[in-house]
Structure formats: C-alpha cells, structure tokens
C-alpha cells in the first residue's frame, strides 16, 4: 500500500481553530500538548515520516517541522493574549483607589505610672505646692545622716540599700530631697519631689526600682490635721472613693509618724497574694518632721513646724487598675498596657 502525505492543512486549520478557542492558560497548555506533546499529533507525524518513500521524507519532513513552528506562534501569541487579559482582569477587580485617606499608625497612651504622675502634680500644682527634684545618686548624707539616720542605726536596714562607691547611694527614698530644698530656704513653703528611688526589695508589691513622691511643707502653724486633710483629699482625687488606713508608724525623720494604707482592690479585705494575707496595701509613709532634721537644715523647729509623706507612685497605679503584681507595670507588654 502506497503511503500518502498526510492532510497537513486539515492539521494546521484544527490546530489553530483549538488555539483560538482556549479559553484560558490551562486549556491552551491541553490544546499544545495534544499537538506538540510526546504522544501529540505532529509527534506522531515526525514519527510516521521514516516509513515514508524516501522522495517523500524530505519534502514532508520540512513541511512538518514548519507547521510545527507555525503551531507554536499561534500557542505563543494566543498566551499572550489570554496573559493580558488575565492581568486587566485582576487590575480591573483589585481597583487600588490612590485618593482614599491612609490607614493610620495606631497611637499609643501615657504610661499608667506617669498617668499617675501627671494627676498627682496636678492636685498640689492646685494647692499651691512648687516640683523639687533631686539625684537619684544620693549622697550618703542627704539619704541618711541628714534625716536623722546615723549610720549604727537599726533603721538604716528598713531600707536595704544598693551602694554605689565611695558615700554615695541609689537613693532609697525621695526624702534626701526634704534636705536638698529646705537647706538654704527660709520657710513657709511647700514642695512635692516625684522620682525614681532603689531598694533592693521584690514582691508582689515591690520592685528593686520604682516611683515615690514625697511632699512636705513647713511654716508657723502646721498640724498633722492639715496632713490628714491633704492626704486624705489627694487619695479621693487620685481613687475617688477609697477606704483607707491611717497607722501609726516610725520613721527616724519624723515624729510623729504613721503609714497610710489603702483596702487592697483586689481580695477587698478578705487576703490574698498581692496583699500578703492583710487586706491592706501600703501607700506610703508620712509624719511630722523631725525637729532634729529641720535643725539640720538651719530652720528653728522652736519657730517653725512642717509635715512630709512619701508615697508609692506604682502603688496607685496598682490601685487605680487592680493589677495583682508589680512587675505588671515594668515589662512593656502591649497585652497588659492596652488594657489600662
Ligand atoms: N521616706 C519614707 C519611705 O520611703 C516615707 C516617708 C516620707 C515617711 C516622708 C515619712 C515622711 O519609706
């Protein structure tokens, strides 16, 4: 049997009719493969060209091969039209609108302790009270000796203290600052001194550094009424309605002296962790000053009187959130910090 060429054009109408039908990019890559493919129908030509006569071989090898090359332009061509299409397809549905306003970066917020801050300078800014500040290195003087705690002291060791070389300190309270703004000052005045102080202390309630502020005013007539009063009256702009504890106390620069507790927000009285089983949170200490430390400062404590407290700025923030820990308030993190 005489072999014949093969209808070439009836192929190549096929094939291009199936290029121009793909719809898409997979279904052209089926169309090619059926043509071009390893089992594909000019495969299957080029196959079939050795059993033809030789004369032949030639002539329907180039015309192969070229329909070959054909096929792939329109594969090509018809790729790069579905390719576009495809793209202002997406462009037309992932219409981006370059007028609409930005999306904004998220604001933070104040600090729950320097809330704290800002409130309280607030309140004695309101009863005519001037912000002192001093170093958190202290010398060992204006920390202790100053206010009345000589160094043999057992009260020395109330406040365990980080040295720092030489007869310098971390400060262990704001009341060196008592020192620092009454040597050289000629009463009546009236001071708060807010910053960090050091003790080498941790609980629940305490950190080896936090936030104190100490206030003290001293002229003619001053009562440990008038602290009561101010104390009692910067707690209710601070927590609003507020149970709270006046004890006495000891301190060595003040006589006398008493702590003033808040209820404990969170067992309310009943005990637990944070308050170790009392019911009570210490805020802060306070007391008339101690002739002896207005004498170091070359006021009269025959002329003049003064009182002075120090209370705990993490205290209050504990408070005001009902944190349960301390360290809640140090580590920065945004879980906690959003919620306040
Ligand atoms: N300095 C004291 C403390 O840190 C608190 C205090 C301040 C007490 C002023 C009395 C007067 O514990």
Known sequence: ?????????????????????????????????????????????????????????????QQVNALKVQIEDWVAERRAALES????????????????????????????????????????????????????????HNNFDALNVPADHPA????????????????????????RAMTGRTPPFRFIAPGRVYRHDFSPRNSPMFGQVEGFAVDESVTLANLKELLYAFAKHMFGAVELRFRASYFPFTEPSAELDFRCPLCRGDGCNTCSQTGWIEWG????????????????????????????????????????????????????????
């Open 156 to 179: 020395r060791d109330m406040q365990d203290t980080f040295w720092v070389e030489g007869d310098f300190v971390l400060r262990t309270h704001t009341s060196p600052v008592q020192i």
């Open 1 to 61: 049997m005489a072999s014949r060429a093969p209808d070439l054009d009836t192929l190549a109408q096929g094939a291009r009719t199936d290029v121009a039908g793909a719809g898409s990019l997979q279904d052209l890559t089926s169309v090619r493969a059926r043509y071009l493919g390893r089992k594909g129908s000019v495969s299957d030509l080029l196959r079939g060209i050795g059993d033809l006569p030789a004369e032949e071989r030639s002539r329907v090898g």
């Open 85 to 140: 299409r495809e793209r202002n397809r997406h462009l037309e549905e992932h219409r981006l609108d370059v007028t609409l306003p930005a999306a904004g970066q998220p604001l933070g917020h104040l600090h729950p302790v320097s809330h704290v801050q800002r409130d309280m300078a607030q309140f004695f800014l309101a009863r005519g009270f001037s912000i002192e500040e001093g170093p958190e290195v202290e010398t060992e």
């Open 285 to 340: 200490g306070c007391g008339m000053i101690h002739p002896t430390v207005l004498r170091n400062c070359d006021i009269d404590p025959e002329r003049y009187q003064g009182y002075a407290f120090g209370m705990g700025l993490e205290r209050g923030a504990m408070l005001r959130h009902e944190l349960p820990h301390i360290r809640l308030l140090y580590d920065g993190d945004l879980r906690v910090l959003e919620q306040l």
